[in-house]
């Protein structure tokens, strides 16, 4: 059994679908076999964020457990100016979000009430799975919600080695080092692989099998045509 683990999409519809499609036509990926993990943030930015959440709610629906979709940033903003809490949403690319569920709101109270429900992270045997990063000095039990979601230098400069490699989105490896490629940090112990698909980018799987990340996988973002 390999898992699959896909970075940051922020509404990139049509390049997750081709990802996926294309992973399975290689056969690198097996949805009656393999896990497939998301590391948030699927809404906000891209063309559409809508269809985006349609398309992993499809796949879990479909593949039941064997599909982990993790709750990012983006998510949990949009949950807290639902909820009154802030209104920092409005201002970090929530527009597209908005006008893709225009026409849609049983679709959006369905779609957000999903999102509330998603976790903070995935562990398995091998590897810790997060959209962020963590405090590395504490358990992940007691990680603080907000550095799960929202950790960045703190986390991805710390060469403190964890209990377990984590693999992590939120912030765009072109920030780091100037590369749409995932980045091994840290001595390969942290690996970053939002690749930054909704900037002109890539949107990148790894391809892990028990304790080995076999390879990455990337699709380009796709120029609209219209």
Not at 18 to 33: A, R
Not at 43 to 57: F, M, Q
Not at 165 to 182: C, L, W
Request: net charge negative; glycine share 8%.
């Amino acid at each position: 059994m390999r898992t699959i683990v896909v970075g940051d999409i922020h509404g990139c519809h049509k390049e997750v679908k081709l990802l996926i499609s294309q992973l399975q036509e290689q056969g690198k990926y097996d949805p009656l076999s393999d896990k497939l993990v998301f590391i948030g943030d699927y809404i906000d930015r891209g063309d559409d964020p809508r269809l985006t959440v349609r398309y992993v709610r499809s796949l879990q629906d479909k593949y039941g457990d064997k599909i982990i979709p993790l709750k990012g940033n983006h998510e949990q903003m949009l949950i807290d100016f639902m909820n009154d809490e802030s209104i920092s949403w409005l201002f970090n690319g929530s527009g597209r979000t908005r006008f893709s569920y225009k026409g849609y709101e049983s679709e959006f109270d369905e779609d957000k009430d999903w999102m509330a429900r998603l976790p903070l992270y995935y562990e398995d045997e091998h590897f810790i799975y997060v959209h962020a990063g963590v405090d590395k000095e504490k358990p992940l039990e007691l990680q603080p919600h907000e550095t799960l979601l929202w950790a960045r230098e703190d986390f991805y400069c710390n060469p403190i080695a964890y209990d377990k490699r984590i693999i992590f989105g939120h912030t765009p490896t072109m920030y780091i080092e100037n590369s749409h490629k995932p980045l091994w940090l840290n001595g390969s112990q942290d690996i970053a692989i939002d690749t930054g698909c909704v900037y002109g980018g890539k949107l990148t799987a790894l391809i892990i099998e028990d304790d080995k990340i076999l390879e990455y996988y990337q699709v380009d973002r796709i120029k609209d045509e219209s």
